[in-house]
């Protein structure tokens, strides 16, 4: 099924009118892919579209049905109740968390661990929350290190965990440890356990307590030392959902985790300070930064950005709150910019603003789309918290270019060159396609008060977890956290 040309005149609707119509086009293209994994690849982790076969990788350790857990919630959210319930029948009889195989901690606790929170706070299937209890014990072992800070792969069943061969001088990554945070607090949440909250405010109180380069947080920490192995510094791969969970924290506590919040502002004005740059075509952008030398590329990662800006721009310093949100609308353009300049209207793995270039690919290996979200999800924040039209407009560009040039007959895939005008497909539909580029456009035109951002934080897959808030309940002689859920 082809989407139809959008009428003009739905981007001048009220801005809290549901727009049921092109919901409905978004369940349609998630009911296809996931019809085609369903039918090619059950219970692997991610289906191959023109081979029509399943894959499983090695991410994962052994567990199986990442698409699966993935998209339980995005099947619930859009109602596609009998999708739902296949998915929710294959987790409670299938999903065999006696792996015995090398995991990423990182890809294990947001896809599986996160899936598998959300799906239990939108449904209250106790089901889903007794996995999410066994599998979050699993992950404790990757802790077991001289600083606290874990290691980036474990093996499920042994506990033994390792550093990444490929991290510098076997060190664990920034956006790995400090991308734990939401869901171990939840974990602590439902097992009335401090054990995981224990742990990862650990994490924090090493980040606190080691000198920081000009306030910047580099990508590599060693695990044994405590130390920055090196000063890489980025807001796209390696770095990102570190800078992420700081503003999602403070969010999820109900604005109490002072902590986070004081993390999260000093590091964006470290960011500001050294990383924020404007092209001469007056686009801004981040940069990185190596050892004090900047590299001026900005990854597809890196444009989830814009909407962290624009969710922390209430609660910062009163008089930045324009700046901030100036700042996020700016990121957000120079992101859709990179999707504008390409021949098929999506964006690169990488774009670059050297040597003439702005906001486009100048190497090969940066030409690839696959099936990324982060503009996406940058255009969802930007419209819930400013209802700028634009934003759905954008919207539905990405909709088109996916339709055209990622949906082949079984499924949607990725493609090996943007900028290419017959396009060369990946063989692969992600599980974060269906976990989130899928459920971020269909938060983009639904009603505000479908997972209202008040009440719901989404983790970096875009699962939905909801804000602990602190009440005092009568005749109980004290304080206790109650989930929005409850």
Known sequence: MRLPSLPPSIFSLSPY?????????????????????????????ELRPLTRNGHIG????????????????TLYIMGLMDEYNDAKEWVETSLDLNSN????????????????????????????????MVLGEKLLPAFNTPTGIPRGVINLGSGTSWSWGWASAGSSILAEFGTLHLEFVHLSELSNNGIYTEKVMNIRKLLNKIEKPHGLYPNFLSPVSGNWVQHHVSIGGLGDSFYEYLIKSYLMSDKTDEEAKKMYYSALEAIEANLVQKSPGGLTYMAEWRGGILDHKMGHLACFSGGMVVIGADDGAPEKRQHYLDLAAEITHTCHESYSRSATKLGPEAFRFDGGAEATATRLSDRYYILRPEVIESYMYMWRLTHDPKYREWGWEAVEALEQHCRVEAGFSGIRDVYAQTVSHDNMQQSFFLSETLKYLYLLFSDDDLLPLEDWVFNTEAHPLPVVRKRCLQGEGGTHDKTTSE
Not at 111 to 128: K, Q
């Open 17 to 45: 009118r549901f727009h049921a119509e092109y919901c409905r086009m978004y369940r349609t293209m998630m009911k296809f892919a996931w019809d085609n994994y369903k039918s090619f690849a059950w219970g692997r982790n």
């Open 58 to 73: 090695n991410m994962f350790g052994g567990l199986r049905g990442a698409s699966i857990v993935d998209s339980l919630d």
């Open 101 to 132: 195989g090398e995991a990423s901690l990182f890809e294990v606790n947001i896809r599986y661990v996160g899936g598998l929170l959300s799906a239990y706070y939108l449904t209250g299937e106790e089901m889903f929350k007794r996995k999410v």
